[in-house]
């Protein structure tokens, strides 16, 4: 289960920053979007990316998230992504995020297939 103080900076209009392992031993991050259940912080990328490749490979991702308001309000989790959600329901959650941080349906080209990244804590810190 996720602290609350994530899910709050995970439901506000607040960025994250997801970083996940290369297959040549190097770290990538990438500052996106961020959405959380009760249970998970939510990733939306598309198949083709290298950050979806990289998990294929190595499910285990760290994703920071800081206040729009304050930065000194963060939270970190480290976690494995446990299951991806594809099909409808991604490109649906994809317009709501879009919808939260812009106020209107993603409107970028999708290239391949939206998928839904669930993350499962194994530590947390917030501050």
Known sequence: MLDAAVIELAQGTNFGTLAVHLPSGGIMSHVMWVDADDDHI????????????????????????????????????????????????????????????????????IESERVILKIAPTRQLSR
């Open 42 to 109: 939510l990733i939306n990328t598309e198949v083709h990316r290298a950050k979806f490749k990289a998990i294929e490979a190595n499910p285990n991702v760290t994703v920071t998230i800081w206040s729009a308001v304050s930065a000194y309000n963060f939270a970190e989790v480290r976690g494995t992504v446990v299951e991806t959600v594809r099909g409808d329901a991604a490109r649906a959650h994809i317009d709501a995020l879009a919808q939260k941080y812009t106020s209107a349906d993603y409107s970028g080209q």
